[in-house]
């Protein structure tokens, strides 16, 4: 029913697929999205991780076969050699725990700014460079 709802409204629903989603049910979900399709990348919470699985390249390689949408992967990804190994097969990546802890620590909302800045840049020199 919401997946109806967001159709007829012109509003794209968004929905995830994790790595322990069953394949009858990740068809089912990537039937009903619209705008992307959001790949979790890692089993568990989000936030930052040293490594990421070693699957998550076929997982997303299995999803594109099934879907035209783009597909973007989320979830651990906060170093620059994250990004280097996904860019290559995602169509965007979503950083969100890494950005949050720079902001966290930083002592004002100028040095949040500039650190989230320098680690956008270092990200996408990464993916530049892969």
Do not use: W
């Amino acid at each position: 029913p919401l997946a109806e709802i967001c159709r007829r409204e012109d509003f794209s629903l968004i929905q995830l697929v994790t790595p322990t989603t069953p394949r009858d049910r990740a068809l089912r979900i990537v039937a009903s999205s619209t705008g992307f399709l959001y790949y979790v990348s890692v089993t568990g919470i989000t936030g930052e991780r040293k490594e990421l699985p070693s699957d998550v390249i076929d997982n997303v390689a299995q999803l594109r076969r099934e879907t035209d949408l783009p597909v973007c992967i989320g979830f651990g990804i906060s170093r620059p050699e994250h990004v280097a190994m996904l860019a290559p097969v995602a169509d965007g990546l979503i950083v969100g725990s890494a950005m949050v802890r720079r902001v966290a620590e930083a002592n004002s909302p100028q040095a949040a700014a500039k650190s989230v800045a320098a680690f956008v840049q270092e990200l996408r020199q990464a993916i530049d460079n892969a």
